[in-house]
């Protein structure tokens, strides 16, 4: 299958601070990369469809300006959590898809375990 | 609205077959996945269908019924590893997949 990676995988930070996740696919030309975000013991929670050079589309309730999101290039998204509070801290994910796959299937990153203090 | 219903959790014995059940309600219907999730871990495809009827790879084993609404994962030969949540995803109109919160299936020696 196709490989995506992320970085850091796990990142401590002051409350207040920014802290930026990386998403990588290593192996094909991911057309569009998907963000999740999962509470312990809860569903993964969509937060943003991003597709390559154009503006991510963010599902309601997720605050575009707090968690921007770049995907510059067919191979790589970032997630910038802006002023990052307790509250933030998470489980992110990252997916990835590319147009002419028959099932449509996303793969996923290995995932950023965010702790904020 | 959209929704997912699978047990919250199932116990199984190694060896033996276990049969995890979803049920759904989406607006428009693109297929369905399911996914493993090893706690700590981000999912990992395991199968997917997007006609009637059973989808068999290796151990696993996915079947759906589309004017149910309906699918399950069929888990054969248990193994220890195999403890994991189990997501029924399936994909609606503007393909984007439906998550629920799983089944976390525990397997017992």
């Known amino acids: 299958g196709a490989v995506v990676s992320q970085h850091p995988s796990w990142v401590i930070c002051k409350s207040g601070t920014s802290v930026k996740i990386e998403c990588r696919s290593l192996d094909f030309q991911a057309t569009t990369m998907f963000w999740y975000r999962q509470f312990p013991k809860q569903s993964l929670m969509l937060m943003a469809t991003s597709n390559e050079g154009s503006k991510a589309t963010y599902e309601q309730g997720v605050e575009k300006d707090k968690f921007l999101i770049n995907h510059a290039s067919l191979t790589l998204s970032t997630l910038t959590v802006t002023s990052a509070h307790p509250e933030d801290s998470s489980f992110y994910i990252c997916?990835?898809?590319?147009?002419?796959?028959?099932?449509?299937?996303?793969?996923f990153g290995p995932g950023t375990r965010l702790t904020v203090l | 609205g959209q929704n997912i219903d699978q047990p919250t959790e199932m116990t199984a014995t190694e060896g033996a077959i276990v049969q995890i059940n979803c049920t759904y309600q989406?607006?428009?219907?693109?297929?369905l996945f399911w996914y493993q999730q090893h706690a700590g871990e981000a999912p990992t495809f395991l199968s997917y269908?997007?006609l009637d009827g059973l989808e068999e790879k290796g151990r696993f084993s996915s079947f759906l019924s589309r004017s149910k609404g309906y699918s399950y994962l069929l888990l054969k030969e248990l193994q220890m590893k195999d403890s994991a949540s189990y997501l029924c995803a399936p994909m609606d109109s503007n393909y984007q997949l439906i998550w629920g919160a799983g089944t976390k299936l525990i397997i017992k020696p």
């Open positions: 997916s990835a898809s590319s147009t002419g796959w028959d099932y449509n299937e996303q793969f």
């Open positions: 269908n997007v």
């Open positions: 989406t607006s428009g219907f693109n297929g």
